[in-house]
Nanobody
Framework: QVQLVESGGGLVQAGGSLRLSCAAS????????MGWFRQAPGKEREFVAA????????YYGDSVKGRFTISRDSAKNTVYLQMNALNPEDTAVYYC????????????????WGQGTQVTVSS
């Protein structure tokens, strides 16, 4: 069992940056593939980024490619999502999730989820 807690969300102006954190307890995060997802009101949960177990590769959704970066600090048992050049369409609740391995974009493939952190981008 792994518990995930997201932080770092907030209100930012368009063009700004935020860094989200996903801290884990219960298990070592390096043993898992990690994903970031987001969900805006009235929309389905959308894949944002993933990093494979052992940091063996990353994968990004088309809408964030080139602007967002996923990374992992194993010493802190934390995964990050650096978000640059934010725009109002990035407004959503952002979730981190864990699965055993693999760069997978389907939310139902992930076993563990955090509670989410709100990101709001004003125009």
């Amino acid at each position: 069992q792994v518990q995930l807690v997201e932080s770092g969300g907030g209100l930012v102006q368009a063009g700004g940056s935020l860094r989200l954190s996903c801290a884990a307890s219960g298990r070592t995060l390096s043993s898992y593939a990690m994903g970031w997802f987001r969900q805006a009101p009235g929309k389905e949960r959308e894949f944002v980024a993933a990093i494979n177990r052992g940091d063996d590769g990353t994968y990004y959704g088309d809408s964030v490619k080139g602007r967002f970066t996923i990374s992992r600090d194993s010493a802190k048992n934390t995964v990050y999502l650096q978000m640059n050049a934010l725009n109002p369409e990035d407004t959503a609740v952002y979730y981190c999730a864990a699965r055993p391995s693999g760069l997978i974009a389907q939310p139902r493939s992930y076993e563990y989820w955090g509670q989410g952190t709100q990101v709001t981008v004003s125009s």
